[in-house]
Nanobody
């Protein structure tokens, strides 16, 4: 069964760092999907996109609130997408998900445009 697997979450203090990983399990090549995107969802809030990578073109996209703190990248050899998160703040606390799909670039934030989702990995930032 093909699935996306996200890992790397944890608990850190404000100002700390974490790196999340997203890998396709079951013979799924992330390169063949236009976008791999990290979303997050905090309790009582809607799921929001935070960062995306258009792997074929190495183009990256960021939500304003994480720009200059988060970096999304793709390891060709390992077929893994990473989300390096620095200077984490309590408002970054959420369940983080990775997803693959083929949205147009102006719709990369829309969850409905993604066909495969992984299970979440929890990120908790304490003040």
């Amino acid at each position: 069964q093909v699935q996306m697997v996200a890992s790397g979450g944890g608990s850190v203090q404000a100002g700390g760092s974490l790196t999340l990983s997203c890998v396709g399990i079951g013979n799924i090549d992330l390169y063949h999907y236009t976008f791999v995107t990290w979303f997050r969802q905090a309790p009582g809030k809607e799921r929001e996109a935070v960062a995306a990578i258009f792997i074929r073109m190495r183009a990256t996209y960021y939500e304003d609130s994480v720009k200059d703190r988060f970096t999304i990248s793709h390891d060709d050899a390992k077929n893994v997408v990473y989300l390096a998160m620095n200077n984490l703040q309590p408002e970054d606390t959420a369940e983080y998900y990775c997803a693959t799909g083929s949205p147009s670039s102006n719709l990369w934030r829309s969850p409905a445009k993604y066909s495969r989702w992984g299970q979440g990995t929890q990120v908790t930032v304490s003040s």
